[in-house]
């Protein structure tokens, strides 16, 4: 994400250094710097921003402490998810550059998020979505019935049911998020913007290759369902509701149940923006012709 | 809610006195005997009873130790919320008087609403929205990250996702309520039913006022997607799964997916009754020229 | 199920015991097997897989262990709810074998199940639909407000909200399960498959039979809405986001929004197959005739 | 304990029928009866009366909640010990017995002591000594590690410190009981009472047969310590913070630290009454003859 | 006690004004300095002092707050506790005025007490005196289920069990406090200083007046046990592990197994100091003649 | 402690290497292969031995897991203090050290210790003597509020109050531990055994040098206490019950309350042995002129 764009898009959110390396060291300054803000502003708050973050030398800590005590249960204790999400985080950088990159698309895409910490602590698509790369790694190590106890308690938690085996790029924003199911050959790119009740499901009760490909920058509208095995073009969007089965074009918009294109299927209309990052859900409405109330 | 409909419509509750100030004691009379009734038929619920209704004085100490013991988390403990709840419900009049109102609601609505007791300890619907109406208490107050932190509760717990900012009326009813969203400048009138699923969301990641306002007495369906600052006329009826972009007039029906009025876009067919209390949720079939199956 | 379908459709997973006396055992001995294997190969889950499982003598001991956990609450605590499910279990035999055929169902029909502890331990829609087999008991034996209890717990937990009134047969798949909403009066046949944010809705504010009749061997996909006392034939298919608002004949496919029967109402084109057991979701494409991107 | 002397000593405590059979339900109908007046009367104390108590059908059902409850921990779950207790109870009839005697022996001898359900809910005496009776059980069918997990639990959380190995008999009051400490090869007979901080210790790091036999009917007085494989003879007391290694003989009382009997070495005084029943701690005063302030 | 008192025992302590009215005030502006200065120094602990202390408003709600969350129990919830222990404070200004005394009690005599956030914290002596004035008042109130079933939770969590009946004075330090028995119609005046294992306790079966009468300003040492219905008279000194069977003159010292007045019983040597202020636990040995290494 | 000693003392117990480095190993191989035969032999506890031993790579992680679930409260979370506990451990290897040598000194002094890992999960003298050490360093790196909340949670989990300033060498068992009592100023010297009970306490309300000095190898029996900065000399022994003020030279035995030297205070019966290697704590009753019963 371009440090341009994001302050155009939200010019009173600060912004990180362009270099990456600082760009770790200045998020989790922010995030302590408005964690104290809060604190001394209600008292009541205190105790949590302190045990969450404040306590905190790091953000894979805070992250790891947070996720740990979200997701446990009486049979999976918090100390042992703390310590399964602190040794993934503290050894993987990736896993931390994740973090960050979708702790900023919150914050430069969704309005309604006043801070980082505000992110951090209360998005449930943030913390299902940095609980998931956990799990997907150990997926990837073979270590699948605890990838898959991990999967089964953010379903429970959260409401979000991402198998561990997905694919997920950096920069995402899963919005509200309640009710996402990704399924398990499911691959979603970077900077993709996806909002709650979204399913990217599977066809069939055979096996293989039967999930949903979601390109780079693309946003899919609340309670979209896409089938099978098919690409989402990069810079697509799908909008609110719609039932998508087959392959939609890159930069195009599909809306409805059954979708259709905006602007034809011979002819769909192109856009330039990219609308994971823009977050743009409507502005089809003019093109959409027998949308008519 | 008069008193009258309230008769006709479900024959077999019992009815509150008309004087308002009397009815919150009426109301706290019927749950103490409801409650009291079951504890009796069943003793395996007799503790649970007690604690959550029958030791307790007053609604408002009963929904306080309800809500604190519900959203509590390791991180934020059960005393420090039953006391945010309590305070807040004994000395904000409205706030019990809306939480008496969508008791009436639930019970004279939604006839698998068995008694007031019923909707008091297990509708997540009811439960999420007295939350909120605390968060939204303080987020008017300027004790934002407290107001944030109790969204990201109820959304936890409940699934009901719900911005502190959002206006909401009295003599709500969210029906089975799992992955409602409701936007920052949304605004929900009064006598309102909505169901499950149903989003009040946003445009785009620009502030600003970009959430539908629910006029009074609306009913929206199951699924529906509401988007964009919008209005929805009162007493408007929204089908089941419909995404809905554009204005919708007083007392008629959009449905589909994208919506149309019932009737037409030119003399959309208007109704009588207030769907947000009738609870009709399918009465324009006949009207929906092209449902076909 | 007939044995010679399982094999046919995932020859990977071992079969069960064609006779039924032994199916439990055979179950069991597979499930612990399973799970002692999970257990050496990934110590951290070892102590999880002991409690939930290797810990205990029968397959009702387990889940009643694990629903007990799963489904307490500060004020419902485990051993009260242990014991209910442990009395219920142990003492109906018609219990225990829909809780086998509902992990045969996900075990052979859903390719991402890859064991039947996998099922057991982590699939909320399992787990809800025994625990609402037991709150559906309680409401026949007139227990109700114990059964309306247990419906709000599963539907905080699992966000899978069914009445306990409603009817369900065996061998039923609630696939990923988040969102399912099932009305007071439904009934739903055997071997069907149910996909998430799935709504069995009534209509109004009336009481009486006012909720959809679900034939044997039907297929729902993710996020249809069925409304209504209507009758969804046997081995009928509705596609995903569909809002079905009318009878669907059997063997018959309903797309859309307003749901439309593929080959048209006159003369739908009818399948052979079972599709709540085949899990086709997408196959109808070709004969949607207006599906185009 | 025959009735007459119950009559005798507590005359407004009610009394048992004589015949053993009617005694249990006798015993457990009086618990519910207390248990139902103070839920009346305290409803903040209702729902625990109700969880403990009145929501179970059987005093064997009532102490293996409170007990699983009680003694659970993170890591030890209270469903597993309330299993473990409730199998127990159910099937050892002595075990039941025993427990009943006990409730017997603390509301006949102590004058703290004002109803059954008090003793049941309160006396951490009375708890451990039930949980130490299944831990001995456990021990003598070579389930040692189980074992000695129930008695670490039941000395972290009651302050009561007794290897599973040693023997106790029925009718047993410690009362207050803190820092009670039991070694492995003690025995007690029945009805004796033991106060707090008392110690039956062994002597060296040897193992064999290295701690006290403590006759039927002993009274020993808080925090007296008694060392090695010894006799203390049934009747005898033992006066508060004494310090005994040597012999006791029946019926006599021994006093101080160093200990000595009184009345002197060679012509004890000797008492009529059982002290173990009669609770007379300080009677021997006049015979101490240098006790003298 | 006396400020000046106060200056001369611990000259580095700060100073309450000798207004009582003040005095309050300035206590719980100590304690949040206290806590306000160890939470900037030690993040590891300060969501524990914001929780306990820092966002209260007043002692009286820290109090409650902390005795909620350390007495409660699966079976008796901490919101119920919270709210029983804030009534009773709140409403009550003796027992506000003692916990106050208690603190200075415990910050001028004991020189291990740092600070009064740290006695109010972490001393179990002083937060089982506090729950104990709080059963003791519902006991006067014949509230006495629930007073006793508060003291066997004191009893459990802090292994100090106090009968609600015993009256208790104002100014007293229970140091270290593990193991302490006071008997129900024990008295202990003001500015009394109690160890560790001591017991004030009762004798035999029969009910009535049976525990001992403690003077103000006496010192009782660690393991001392006085028994029965006798006067310790004010200002005197029981030596550690004394047992103490007869009446103690005033401002004079019993020592010993039996114990035996320092100075011999015609004579008994008087100091002047008042030993539960001072402290001073051992300066009677040259005056036990016999205590010979 | 020299292997020789170990297997005289107890022959049937495995002996570690007599490198030092490989001792640790060699430990830590024991405990889980004890663990592993529980666990095989008794299902119900798997979950237990799973959690808290064999899902850990390290003695310090697994200690560090246990202490962290033990110690925990609601406002002091167990991730916190695993965090804390395992810091320490895993970068000190003292507190290692010390570790090793006091599981050695339980198994191989106290014939009640099957097991490695008995005392490792279950002696709470064992884990409230690491965990005082973790509370020690701490209080030497000026981090003192932490160290006393630590105290103040091990005194109300394990009724062991040691003050986190006590200095305290290897080798030591606390045996039953329940009540110890260890002050400020106090030092223990290495090979040291503890009875419960025991007191280390200080005199009087001024602060300094004030508790007594435990040379090596000495014993205290139960109940013992023992004020003032005094020392008792090297393989002294102290009889149960002992109250001690005054010093007591090495290889001693004093007895009594009060208490004398064994064999007279001009020419005390020296012993050969080490008493708190050998644990002989009745052997002196021969010299004991005046023990007569």
Same mark, same amino acid.
């Given at each position: 994400m371009p440090a341009e764009e994001h302050r155009n898009a939200s010019p009173a959110a600060p912004h990180p250094p362009t270099d990456t390396a600082e760009e770790a060291i200045w998020l989790w300054t922010q995030i302590k710097a408005e964690a104290r803000r809060d604190a001394e502003a209600e008292p009541a708050l205190a105790s949590y921003l302190y045990s969450t973050?404040? %306590? !905190? %030398? %790091?953000l894979e800590r805070s992250l790891s402490f947070h996720l740990g005590n979200k997701l446990c249960s009486s049979t999976l204790l918090s100390t042992l998810l703390y310590d399964l999400f602190l040794n993934n985080f503290s050894t993987d950088p990736d896993l931390r550059a994740a973090a960050s990159a979708d702790l900023l698309a919150a914050r430069y895409r969704d309005?309604?998020?006043?801070s980082f910490s505000h992110c951090l602590l209360n998005y449930k698509g943030f913390l299902a979505c940095q609980a998931h790369r956990v799990a997907h790694k150990l997926w990837t190590q073979s270590r699948r019935p605890l990838a898959l106890a991990l999967q089964s308690r953010i379903s429970d938690v959260f409401a979000v049911d991402i198998h561990p085996a997905a694919k997920i790029g950096k920069g995402i924003l899963f919005d509200h998020a309640t009710g996402v199911v990704v399924g398990e050959t499911a691959v979603i790119g970077n900077n993709v913007s996806i909002l709650h009740h979204v399913t990217l499901g599977g066809t069939g009760k055979?096996?293989?290759?039967?999930h949903p490909k979601i390109g780079d920058g693309v946003l899919i509208g609340a309670g979209a369902t896409i089938l099978g095995n098919i690409n989402i073009g990069e810079g697509a969007k799908i909008g609110a509701g719609s039932v998508v089965l087959i392959d939609v074009p890159p930069r195009t918009t599909a809306v409805g149940n059954p979708a259709r294109l905006v602007g034809g299927k011979e002819q769909p209309t192109k856009h330039e923006e990219c609308p994971g990052e823009s977050?743009? !859900?409507? %502005?089809f409405i003019s093109g959409w012709s027998d949308y008519i109330i």
């Open positions: 973050i404040l %306590s !905190h %030398s %790091s309005p309604a998020c006043v055979f096996g293989g290759d039967r977050m743009d !859900h409507t %502005s």
